[in-house]
């Protein structure tokens, strides 16, 4: 009901606009992997994980940063890998190298290890710091050291 007092129907999709935009400035950025991928770094520069500074507000960075550790083991959504390289998919491939967001990496895959079912379980990858390399089509979130913790995902109401 309006100020005319006047029943109207509104679209789900407005509601979660205005929902998406409060949350823009208001809810600090996290990197969450749901479906693990287990990436190894053949090269990874160091023995010790590196901490890398990301952004509590992409949009604005004076907000604050929060640090994390970036390691010779990352994690990435299993969706951002296929074997088979197909056109218009711009996430990690054999032939196409990803950058990892926040880290200033780019990634290349090596080795796809499977399991028993033929099931891709790990990748090994080398590492090129970004900027001495060519930009990739795409960057992708990561996770390294990640904790346990219970993840509900709403569809829409």
Known sequence: VGVTVAQTTMEP???????????????????????????TITNFPGDQAI??????????????????PFSSTVYIEQTDFREVMEKGYKRLTPEQPVGLRHAGYIISVQNIIKDGNGKVVELEVTCTKSDVAQKPKAFIHWVSNPLMCEVRLYDRL
């Open 51 to 68: 901490d890398v500074k990301v952004p509590n507000f992409p949009a604005d960075e004076s907000k604050g940063f929060h640090t994390v």
């Open 13 to 39: 999709h407005l509601l979660e606009a205005c929902v998406r935009e409060v949350l823009n400035d208001t809810a600090p950025r996290i990197m969450a992997v749901l479906e693990p991928l287990k990436i």
